[in-house]
């Protein structure tokens, strides 16, 4: 079983910072393009930053210049440092890798997956 697993959100005040870090476990032996996620209460879920597998990178115009994305192909990890955050941050932030290969014992099998999400409360 593959699956993404999140830490570091939590609750920071305005200008702040935060890092959000995930790992993919599981018998992997590829990981395509990895991202963030968010989405805020009553609003759709929408990219927040994205890495491919060869460090090219792409950030929401709302972000760029205060969000970096980073991986470790090594380590199957993506990491998000969050400077100078703004109420309109807050959201439900999730983990994705867009096509995972992995083993199992059927098989080879290649899939989208998602973290379970992690809370990022931006208030004073």
């Known amino acids: 079983q593959v699956q993404l697993v999140e830490s570091g959100g939590g609750l920071v005040q305005p200008g702040g910072s935060l890092r959000l870090s995930c790992a993919a476990s599981?018998?992997?032996?590829?990981?395509?393009?990895m991202g963030w996620y968010r989405q805020a209460p009553g609003k759709e879920r929408e990219l927040v930053a994205r890495v491919t597998s060869s460090g090219s990178t792409n950030y929401a115009d709302s972000v760029k210049g205060r969000f970096t994305i980073a991986r470790d192909n090594a380590k199957n990890t993506v990491h998000l440092q969050s400077n100078s955050l703004k109420p309109e941050d807050t959201a439900v932030y999730y983990c994705?890798?867009?096509?995972?290969?992995?083993?199992?014992?059927?098989?080879?099998?290649?899939?989208?997956?998602w973290g379970q999400g992690t809370l990022v409360t931006v208030s004073s």
């Open positions: 599981g018998s992997i032996f590829r990981v395509d393009a």
């Open positions: 994705n890798a867009d096509r995972v290969g992995y083993r199992d014992r059927y098989g080879i099998w290649y899939r989208e997956v």
